[in-house]
C-alpha cells in the first residue's frame, strides 16, 4: 500500500467514525418560550448535557409567539411552545397548535389538576394566587378567601393589577367555577368596588403599593413576593417587612392554583426530541430548577428544591380543579369583569 493509500484508508475510516457523532451533534429542538426568566438557560443547558440535542430557543411576547406559530403553520419550525399561565395555553390550545403527545412518565409524575385530560400541554410548575396585606393595617386571620376581596369592609383598600391580565382572568375563571356564574359576577362587583384606585403595573407594584400603605391588600402571584424575599436590595427586603401574605380558602376548596407549561406543536420537525424535551422538564432535576430559580413549586410532588425562601411559605391546601377548567371560562371572566368595570 503506498502512503497515499492508507493515508486516505485512514481518512475514510475516520470520516465513518466521526459522522454519527456528527449527526447527534446535529440533533436540534426549535423551543418557543414566553418564559423570560434569565434563570431558565440553565434549565435548558441542562437537556442539551443530558441528551446531547442542542436547543434553539425563540423568546417572545405570548401573544406574538402564538401568531407566529399560527403564521408558520405547516411549515414552522418549532417543536414546542411553553408559555406561562393557563389562560395562555389555553388560548394556543383553542388555535389547534398542539398534538397529543403519549408519554406514561408525564402521565405518571404530572398531577391530573396540572395537566390536559386529552395530553396536549402541561404544567411544569405551579403558582399561587396568594392574598397579601400590610402588617399595619389588617390583623392576621382578617382576609382568609377570595371571597373576601369582595367584601365592602374593603372598600377603597385593594390593589390589582389589570382584570384583563391571564393571572386576574384565571382567579375569575376559578370563581366561576366554583361559585357559578351569578355569584362570580357580583364577586367581581365587590372587587372593582374595592378598589383602592385604578389598576396598573404588575403583581410587584401591587406588593410595593400595599408596603406603601396605598392599599390594605392586593393579590400577587407568590413567586413575586419570594423574589423580593430573596432579593439583596433594602428597598425589596422592607417590603417584605411591611406585607405579609395569606394562602386563601384553607377552610374549604384550598387556594387557587395557576401552571406555566407547554406542549408539542403540531407540525413539529422533531417529535421525538420534543417529547423528550418535556419529560426532561419532569424529570427532578428540571423540576428543582423551576423552584430554585423562579421561585415556582415543582408541579411534581414531592420533589426536593433548594429555595429556604420558598419553603418558609410552608405547606398549604391548594385547590384541585383541573386548570382545563379555568381557561375554558376564560371568556366568562373577561365578559364579567367588562361588565363590572374592572379595567
Ligand atoms: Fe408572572
Known amino acids: 500500500m503506498s502512503r ?12 465513518v467514525a466521526l459522522s454519527p457523532a456528527l449527526m447527534a451533534q ?32 425563540i423568546e417572545g411576547g405570548e401573544d406574538a409567539l402564538l401568531e407566529r406559530i399560527k403564521a408558520e403553520g405547516a411549515n414552522s419550525p418549532a417543536d414546542v411552545f411553553i408559555t406561562v399561565d393557563i389562560g395562555r395555553i389555553w388560548r394556543a390550545d383553542q388555535a389547534g397548535i398542539f398534538a397529543p403527545t403519549k408519554s406514561a412518565l408525564l402521565e405518571k409524575r404530572i398531577p391530573a389538576a396540572y395537566r390536559d385530560p386529552r395530553d396536549k400541554w402541561f404544567g411544569f410548575s ?10 399595619d393595617m389588617v390583623k392576621p386571620g382578617e382576609i382568609t378567601r377570595y371571597e373576601d376581596l369582595a367584601d365592602s369592609k374593603w372598600r377603597g383598600k385593594l390593589c390589582t393589577r ?11 375563571a376559578s370563581m366561576v367555577n366554583h361559585l357559578g356564574e351569578a355569584k362570580a359576577k357580583a364577586w367581581v362587583e365587590g372587587v372593582k368596588a374595592n378598589l383602592a384606585r385604578d389598576p396598573k403595573g404588575g403583581d410587584t407594584d ?17 413567586y413575586y413576593y419570594v423574589r423580593l424575599m430573596r432579593s439583596s436590595k433594602p428597598a425589596d427586603r422592607k417590603v417584605v417587612e411591611k406585607v405579609a401574605i395569606v394562602f386563601p380558602n384553607q377552610g374549604d376548596r384550598g387556594t387557587h392554583m395557576n401552571i ?30 423551576f423552584a430554585n430559580g423562579n421561585n415556582e413549586w415543582p408541579a411534581v410532588p414531592g420533589v426536593k428544591f433548594d429555595n429556604p425562601a420558598l419553603a418558609s411559605l410552608g405547606d398549604f391546601k391548594s385547590d384541585e380543579i383541573n ?3 379555568l381557561g375554558q371560562a376564560q371568556p366568562v371572566a373577561q365578559q364579567l369583569a367588562d361588565q363590572a368595570g374592572w379595567k
Open 260 to 289: 406555566s407549561g407547554g406542549g408539542v406543536l403540531k407540525h413539529a420537525p422533531h417529535p421525538d426530541a420534543a417529547i423528550k424535551f418535556l419529560e426532561y422538564l419532569a424529570s427532578d432535576q428540571a423540576q428543582a430548577h
Open 26 to 57: 446535529e440533533e436540534v429542538l426549535n423551543l418557543y418560550t414566553a418564559r423570560h426568566y434569565p434563570t431558565d438557560e440553565a434549565l435548558y443547558a441542562g437537556f442539551t448535557k443530558q441528551t446531547g440535542i442542542k436547543v434553539n430557543r
Open 162 to 172: 389589570s382584570s384583563a391580565h391571564p393571572y386576574n382572568l384565571s382567579l375569575t
Open 323 to 325: 386548570v382545563a377548567k
Open 4 to 15: 497515499n493509500r492508507s493515508l486516505a484508508v485512514v481518512l475514510a475510516v475516520g470520516l
Open 206 to 222: 401591587q406588593l410595593r403599593s400595599v408596603a406603601a400603605g396605598e392599599c390594605a391588600i392586593a393579590i400577587a402571584n407568590q
Open 126 to 135: 405551579a403558582r399561587a394566587r396568594v392574598i397579601a396585606y400590610n402588617r
